[in-house]
């Protein structure tokens, strides 16, 4: 069983930044693609960020340019650095690993940004 655990959230002023981090039980080498996603509230889930093993990265327009995706794999933890907060991006943020067979998720981490 795979589990992931986010940590990093918090309350933090707009234009602030924040580390978010995903520790994973497996090795990450072995995960194919790993994500961070927005929960926002009454909004559906959105995938904001992602990187896979070749280290190749996505991210959603309403982040480029502030959000930046990492995985170490000697760590197994993938990082999302956060920067420029905006009131907007508040919400839970939850990461996902996928694999050929399965996707795994954490429970997610809550950030707060005030205006």
């Known amino acids: 069983q795979v589990q992931l655990v986010e940590s990093g959230g918090g309350l933090v002023q707009a234009g602030g930044s924040l580390r978010l981090s995903c520790a994973v039980t497996r090795s990450t080498s072995e995960i194919d693609d790993m994500g961070w996603y927005h929960q926002a509230p009454g909004k559906q889930r959105e995938l904001v960020a992602g990187?896979?093993?070749?280290?190749?990265?996505y991210y959603a327009d309403s982040v480029k340019g502030r959000f930046t995706i990492s995985r170490d794999n000697d760590k197994n933890t993938v990082y999302l650095q956060m920067n420029s907060l905006k009131p907007e991006d508040t919400g839970v943020y939850l990461c996902?690993?996928?694999?050929?067979?399965?996707?795994?998720w954490g429970r997610g981490t809550q950030v707060t940004v005030s205006s």
């Open positions: 990187i896979n093993t070749g280290g190749n990265t």
């Open positions: 996902k690993g996928q694999t050929s067979r399965s996707d795994y």
